[in-house]
């Protein structure tokens, strides 16, 4: 069965550099996403992308984020300058709406993010 | 604006017995509903889905769900839990009205299953 991978899967990084992080989504599908869980809260959505642009932000997705499709494959979210706030878990998600499995979107494993 | 509400943070319950963790849902639109399931230190696994159709759904791990919309809710339940079953657990609701099918998620809750 098809899944969703991201790398890497912890990144440990100084406040003020730039991460990116990588998601392989699954091949068939359009819309792309990203949300992030702060330990021990819920699972907030970032960014939505569909036909290489974006297609919805939430507030948290400042001008720090950026994302990318760059190759057809790669999805990546970039943080410019990190902040300690941005310690999180960041999970990778992919849907498809075709056939059965319409309106379920895929998560990868996720990306933890530890600012220090 | 959708947003999804999880009635108790945490939930205890002995193995075998009945599983009920609580989702109720606010959206302008027909909903479509969804629970997740997160292990220790894993991503999100989808249980089940409601979208159209028949109102109780099952899904798996015999989880099953019913969607009441005069209650507006969305209550998992299990007939007999399993120490497997111990993990978090995530009522979802997708964003019709924004088009891009983004997930509104509930604070989750914490299923402890005790022996």
């Known amino acids: 069965e098809p899944e969703v991978t991201q790398t890497p899967s912890h990144q440990v990084t100084q406040m003020g550099q730039e991460v990116i992080l990588r998601c392989v989504p699954i091949?068939?599908?359009?819309?792309f996403y990203w949300y992030r869980q702060i330990l021990g809260q819920k699972v907030e959505f970032l960014v939505s992308?569909?036909?290489?642009?974006?297609?919805?932000k939430s507030e948290i997705f400042d001008d720090q984020f950026s994302v990318e499709r760059p190759d057809g494959s790669n999805f990546t979210l970039k943080i410019r300058s990190t902040k300690l706030e941005d310690s999180a878990m960041y999970f990778c998600?992919?849907?498809?709406?075709?056939?059965?499995?319409?309106?379920?979107?895929?998560f990868g494993p996720g990306t933890r993010l530890t600012v220090t | 604006a959708q947003s999804v509400t999880q009635l108790g943070s945490h939930v205890s319950v002995s193995e075998g017995a009945l599983v009920l963790l609580r989702c109720n849902y606010s959206?302008?639109?027909?909903?479509?509903l969804f629970w997740y399931v997160q292990y220790p230190n894993q991503g999100l696994q989808l249980l089940l889905k409601?979208?159209?159709?028949?109102?109780l759904v099952k899904g798996i791990n015999g989880f099953e769900a019913e969607f009441k919309k005069s209650e507006t809710s969305f209550h998992l339940t299990k007939p007999s839990a399993h120490m497997s079953d111990a993990a978090e657990y995530f009522c979802?609701?997708?964003?019709?009205?924004?088009?891009?099918?983004?997930?509104?998620f509930g604070q989750g809750t914490t299923l402890q299953v005790k022996p």
């Open positions: 409601y979208t159209t159709g028949a109102t």
């Open positions: 998600a992919g849907l498809g709406l075709a056939g059965a499995n319409s309106y379920e979107q895929y």
């Open positions: 992308f569909y036909n290489n642009e974006i297609s919805e």
């Open positions: 091949s068939n599908h359009l819309y």
């Open positions: 959206s302008s639109v027909p909903p479509y």
């Open positions: 979802a609701v997708s964003d019709l009205s924004s088009n891009t099918g983004k997930l509104i």
